[in-house]
C-alpha cells in the first residue's frame, strides 16, 4: 500500500514538473530547429536579453505587477476591515460578491472590463490595464485579509477603543500590524496573478502598452521557440522565488 | 423593583435609567435601573443569558441602549463612544494584542493619550510592580501563563485610572485555586486603588466573597440588589433564593397576617414567622430555609434525651424519614422526606470523635430550625 | 479622534465604490449587451431581444457551445479522480514533509499557465518528447500526430488546471477530523462505504470548488485551445473571443458570456448548498 501511493504520488509529481523540466533543458540547448540535444549554450538567454522590445514588454509587466500588487493590498485590506468591522446596508452583498469575483472565469471578468472602458470611452492601455489587474486581485487579497481578521477575538478591537483609540487608530495600531502577515501574503499573490495573466490583459490593454504575458501568447502561437523557452525558464524562476517567499512570511505568522 | 434599584445616595458614579437594550426583536434588557456607588465593588450575578454583560457593555459604550439613558460621573454619555468614555474594561478573552509586548500592551491607553514616553515608562513600571509582574516588559503575550495574561489585562485597564473598572467574567478561564488566589488580589487591589469596580460573574461564591453589594439579573430584569448577607439572607423571591445557594421550600397557608409576621399553617405547624411581606388571610406562601439552617434529629434521641427534646420543641419542628444521606466531605446532607408530603435537605457536620454518617435511611426525624431563621415569600406559580 | 467618522465612512465608501464601479456596472454592461443588436457604425446598437440568446442556441453555436462543455467536462473528471487520491496521500504525509510536497504543488499553481501550456507542446510535439520514447521503444514506427487534436487540448487543460483541483481537495481532507473515519469504521462500515457515506460527504464543499476552479476555466481558457489545439476553436472562451475581438459582434459574445455567468453562479449555489450542509459559514 505504501510503495502504491508513493509511486502513485510520484507519477503525479512527474506529469506536473516533466514538461517544465523539458522545457528549461531545451532553453539550454545549441540547435535552433530541431529538437535533437547538440550541447549547452546561453545564447538564447544573451538574445532574450538584447531583445529590447521584449524587455520593454518585460519592464512593463513588472511596473503594472508591483503597482497593482500595492493597489490591490491597500484596497483588499480596507475593504476587509469595512466588512469585519462595521455594519452598513450591502455588507453581505459586498461579500457575496467578492467570493464570485474570485470564482469567476477570466474571460468573464476580461469582456466585462472591456465592455466598461468602452462605455467610459477610455483608450486602452496602461491605466485600463492597471484598472483590470486591481480588480482581479482586491478580492483575493480580501479574502485573505478577512480570513484572518474573522480568526482574531473581536473582543481586541473593543479593547483598543475601551483604552481611547478612535477608529483610525483601530486601524493603524491594532488592525493592520496583526493582518500585516495576510496583507503582505496578499501583495505577493497579486503580484503573481497579475503577472501570470493573459486573458484579462488580452482584453484590457491597446498596443501602446504591451505586457510579457501577451508577448509570450504571441510568440507561443508561432510554434517552438528557443528564445521562448528562455523566457518561460525565466518566468518559471520568478514564480518559484515569488512563492517561496510568501510561504516564508505565511510561515513567520505562526 | 425599581425603588429597590434607585436608592438615593450622593451622585452614583455610574446611572443607569430605565435602560431596555433589544438585539434582533428579544429584549436583552428590560427597563433596568441601576446605581453605582463610588468607590464599590459591585457584581453583576445571573445565568448566561441574563444581560449582565449587556449591562456592562452599555457602561463601557460598546452598546447603545435601545431606550433610557446612562450616565458616567453625572454626565449623560448615552450614544457617546468607548474611547471617549473614563471607564475601562477586562474582557473575559483578555483581549490583549497579540502583536504586542506586554509593554506595549500596557502603554496603549497612555500612548492613546499622546502622553511623553518618560512618564508613559514610569507609569507602565509602577502599574507592572502593582500587578506583580515585574520584569515581564519585554515578553510577548501570547507566552504568558493565563494567570499573567489576566494581570497584564487588568494593568493596561487601571494605567489608564478609570473612574469605573468593568470585569467581564474575568476569572472564568482560569483553574480553581488561581481563581481563588485572583479573587483576593482583585479585592486588595480594589481596596488599594479606591477605584469603581462592576464585576460581571455567573458565580454565586465569587459574587459573595469579592463584594460589597451584589445584583441579581434574571431574564434582562434586575431580581435583587444588596449586600451579599442580605441577599442570601433574605432573598426577595424564589428566583433569587435559588439562584444563590440550596434552598428548601415548603409550601404553607398564611391564617392571619400581621406586623412583620404572619400566622402560617404548614406540614401540622401553625405558628407565627417573620414575614416581610403584606398578606392576607388565606393566602398560600412558601417557608424557605437554608440547609445548614436545619436540624434532624431521630425520635428515638428525642425520647431517649429530655434535654434534646426541650430544646429542640422550643423551635419549630416536622416530622419526617429519611430517604437517603449524601456525604460531601466536610459535611453530609440529609434528605428527608416530610410526612405533610414534599423533601426537604439537612446539611449535618460530623461530630468531631465520630466520622461516620449518623442517619440511616428509614430512620423517623424531627427536622428544627430557630425561629426567624425562616423567609416567608408570597406563592408563584 | 476628531476625523473619526470620516475615516469610517471613507473607507466604507470607497468599498461600496469601488464595488459599484469595477464589479457591478460592467456585469450589468455585459447583461444589457446581450440583449442588443449590432450595426457597422456601434458595437452595440441599443434595443431588447433575445435574439443573440436564440442565435447561441442554432446548430454551429449550439455545437460550439456543448462541445466545449463536454471537453471541460472531461477535463474536470480527469482531474478529479487523479486529484482525490493525490491529495489524501498528501493530506496524510507527515508534517515536515508534507510542506515541502505542498510547496511542489503551490509553485506549478502559481505558474504562468500559458507557460506551462507551452511546455506542453515541447512534450507533444512531432519530433517531441513523448514521439520519441515511443519511437525509441520501438512501439510506433512513424511519430504519432498529438498536436492540434481535442486530445492535445485535453491533455493541456488537465496539465494546466491539475493543481486548482489539488489545493482545495487537499484543504478540505486535511481539514477532516479521521475520528469521522474511525467512528464510521467502528459502527461496522466497510472501507468502501466509509468513504462513499462519510469522506465524500465531509469533504462535498472541497470537491465542488476544485470542480468550479477546474471547470470554468476549462471553458475559458481560449489560449489553450489555441496553441494546442490549433486553429479549430474549440471553447467557448474562443468563440467569446472572436465575437469580441474578430467578428466584432459584441451582444453575441455577450450573450455567451451571461450564458458562462449562469453556469457560473449555478455551480456557486452548489457549493453553498453543500456547504451549508456541513454547518459552515460559506463564502
Known amino acids: ?254 | 423593583m425599581a425603588d429597590i434599584a434607585t436608592q438615593s445616595t450622593p451622585e452614583p458614579v455610574v446611572r443607569l435609567r430605565n435602560v431596555t437594550k433589544i438585539y434582533d426583536g428579544q429584549h436583552a434588557l428590560r427597563d433596568v435601573s441601576l446605581d453605582v456607588h463610588r468607590g464599590e465593588f459591585l457584581t453583576i450575578l445571573g445565568p448566561s443569558g441574563c444581560g449582565k454583560t449587556t449591562i456592562l457593555r452599555l457602561m463601557a459604550g460598546f452598546e447603545g441602549a435601545t431606550s433610557g439613558s446612562v450616565a458616567i460621573d453625572g454626565r449623560d454619555v448615552t450614544g457617546l463612544p468607548p474611547e471617549r468614555r473614563n471607564v475601562n474594561t477586562v474582557f473575559q478573552s483578555y483581549a490583549l494584542f497579540p502583536h504586542m509586548n506586554v509593554f506595549d500592551n500596557v502603554a496603549f491607553g497612555l500612548r492613546m493619550k499622546r502622553r511623553p514616553a518618560a512618564e508613559i515608562a514610569r507609569e507602565v513600571g509602577d502599574t507592572l510592580r502593582l500587578v506583580q509582574l515585574e520584569g515581564f516588559e519585554g515578553r510577548m503575550v501570547g507566552k504568558l501563563s493565563g494567570g499573567q495574561q489576566q494581570r497584564v489585562a487588568i494593568a493596561r485597564a487601571i494605567i489608564n485610572r478609570p473612574l469605573v473598572l468593568l470585569l467581564d467574567e474575568p476569572l472564568s478561564a482560569l483553574d480553581y485555586r488561581l481563581r481563588k488566589q485572583m479573587q483576593l488580589d482583585l479585592k486588595h487591589l480594589q481596596r488599594k486603588l479606591g477605584i469603581t469596580f462592576v464585576l460581571v460573574t455567573h458565580d454565586q461564591e465569587e459574587a459573595f466573597s469579592m463584594s460589597d453589594r451584589v445584583v441579581v439579573m434574571n431574564n434582562g430584569h434586575i431580581e435583587q440588589i444588596g449586600t451579599p448577607v442580605s441577599v442570601y439572607e433574605e432573598p426577595c423571591n424564589l428566583y433569587v433564593a435559588r439562584f444563590v445557594g440550596e434552598i428548601n421550600i415548603i409550601d404553607a397557608e398564611v391564617v392571619e397576617p400581621g406586623e412583620g409576621r404572619a400566622r402560617v399553617r404548614a406540614q401540622g405547624l401553625d405558628v407565627f414567622m417573620r414575614a416581610g411581606h403584606a398578606f392576607k388571610a388565606g393566602d398560600k406562601a412558601h417557608i424557605l430555609l437554608r440547609p445548614e439552617d436545619l436540624r434532624v434529629e431521630t425520635l428515638k434521641d428525642l425520647a431517649e434525651d429530655p434535654e434534646l427534646e426541650d430544646a429542640f420543641s422550643r423551635g419549630r419542628s416536622i416530622f419526617g424519614s429519611v430517604e437517603e444521606t449524601i456525604y460531601k466531605g466536610a459535611t453530609y446532607d440529609v434528605v428527608v422526606r416530610l410526612d405533610a408530603g414534599g423533601v426537604v435537605t439537612a446539611t449535618e457536620f460530623f461530630n468531631e470523635d465520630d466520622e461516620t454518617v449518623y442517619f440511616r435511611a428509614g430512620d423517623r426525624v424531627a427536622v428544627s430550625w430557630v425561629e426567624g431563621w425562616e423567609v416567608v415569600l408570597p406563592y408563584e406559580k | 479622534m476628531r476625523n473619526d467618522g470620516f475615516f469610517k465612512r471613507a473607507v466604507i465608501i470607497g468599498t461600496v465604490g469601488w464595488m459599484a464601479v469595477f464589479a457591478f456596472v460592467p456585469n450589468i454592461l455585459v447583461f444589457l449587451a446581450s440583449f442588443c443588436s449590432t450595426s457597422s457604425e456601434n458595437f452595440i446598437e441599443p434595443g431588447f431581444s433575445l435574439h443573440n440568446f436564440a442565435r447561441l442556441m442554432d446548430r454551429t453555436h449550439l455545437e460550439i457551445l456543448l462541445s466545449s462543455l463536454r471537453l471541460s467536462g472531461l477535463v474536470t473528471f480527469i482531474c478529479l479522480v487523479t486529484a482525490y487520491p493525490f491529495a489524501a496521500i498528501l493530506a496524510r504525509t507527515r508534517k515536515p514533509l508534507r510542506g515541502t510536497l505542498l510547496l511542489l504543488v503551490v509553485i506549478p499553481f502559481w505558474t504562468n499557465s500559458l507557460v506551462r501550456t507551452y511546455a506542453m507542446t515541447a512534450m507533444l510535439n512531432s519530433s517531441g518528447i513523448v514521439n520519441n520514447v515511443l519511437m525509441s521503444l520501438g512501439v510506433i514506427d512513424a511519430p504519432l500526430a498529438m498536436m492540434y487534436t481535442p486530445g492535445a487540448v485535453v491533455l493541456g487543460l488537465v496539465y494546466t488546471l491539475l493543481p486548482f483541483m489539488i489545493l482545495p481537495l487537499y484543504a478540505a481532507l486535511e481539514r477532516l477530523d479521521r475520528r469521522y473515519l474511525e467512528a464510521a469504521r467502528d459502527l461496522g462500515a466497510s472501507p468502501w462505504r466509509a468513504f462513499w457515506r462519510v469522506i465524500v460527504p465531509l469533504t462535498m464543499p472541497g470537491i465542488v470548488s476544485g470542480c468550479m476552479l477546474v471547470f470554468l476555466p476549462g471553458i475559458g481558457m481560449f489560449y489553450v485551445s489555441d496553441v494546442l489545439g490549433g486553429a479549430k476553436a474549440m471553447l467557448l472562451g474562443n468563440f467569446i473571443r472572436d465575437q469580441f475581438l474578430t467578428t466584432r459582434d459584441w451582444p453575441l459574445g455577450a450573450a455567451a458570456s451571461v450564458t458562462l455567468t449562469v453556469l457560473m453562479v449555478l455551480m456557486l449555489l452548489l457549493y453553498w448548498k453543500s456547504a451549508a450542509r456541513l454547518g459552515k459559514e460559506a463564502a
Not at chain 1, 529538437?35 to 545564447?43: E, I, P
Not at chain 1, 471578468?109 to 482581479?136: E, R
Not at chain 1, 480570513?147 to 483604552?163: I, Q, S
Open chain 1, 1 to 254: 500500500m505504501r510503495t502504491l501511493r508513493t509511486v502513485y504520488a510520484g507519477l503525479v509529481y512527474l506529469f506536473l514538473y516533466l514538461p517544465l523540466a523539458v522545457m528549461v533543458a531545451y532553453s539550454f540547448n545549441s540547435s535552433r530547429f530541431s529538437m535533437a540535444w547538440k550541447g549547452v549554450t546561453l545564447d538564447w538567454y544573451v538574445k532574450l536579453f538584447g531583445n529590447s522590445s521584449l524587455m520593454q514588454a518585460a519592464l512593463h509587466s513588472l511596473v503594472i505587477a508591483v503597482l497593482s500588487a500595492t493597489c490591490s493590498s491597500i484596497l483588499g485590506t480596507l475593504v476587509a476591515m469595512a466588512l469585519h468591522r462595521w455594519r452598513f446596508p450591502s455588507r453581505k452583498v459586498i461579500r457575496t460578491s467578492l467570493f464570485v469575483m474570485m470564482m469567476s472565469p477570466d474571460i468573464v471578468i476580461g469582456i466585462s472590463l472591456l465592455v466598461l472602458f468602452m462605455a467610459l470611452s477610455l483608450p486602452l492601455g496602461f491605466w485600463t490595464l492597471l484598472m483590470a489587474h486591481v480588480t482581479l486581485c482586491v478580492p483575493f487579497v480580501a479574502i485573505t485579509v478577512f480570513g484572518r481578521l474573522h480568526g482574531f477575538d473581536p473582543h481586541v478591537v473593543e479593547a483598543a477603543r475601551d483604552l481611547g483609540a478612535g477608529e483610525y487608530e483601530v486601524f493603524r495600531y491594532v488592525v493592520l500590524p496583526m493582518v500585516f502577515p495576510a496583507v503582505l501574503a496578499g501583495w505577493f499573490l497579486s503580484f503573481t496573478l497579475s503577472v501570470d495573466d493573459v486573458i484579462i490583459s488580452f482584453f484590457t490593454t491597446g498596443p501602446t502598452f504591451e505586457v510579457l504575458p501577451l508577448r509570450i501568447y504571441s510568440m507561443v502561437r508561432l510554434g517552438l521557440k528557443p528564445e521562448v523557452n528562455a523566457l518561460c525558464a525565466v518566468m518559471i524562476l520568478i514564480t518559484v522565488v515569488a512563492v517561496m517567499l510568501s510561504q516564508r512570511f505565511l510561515k513567520e505568522k505562526q
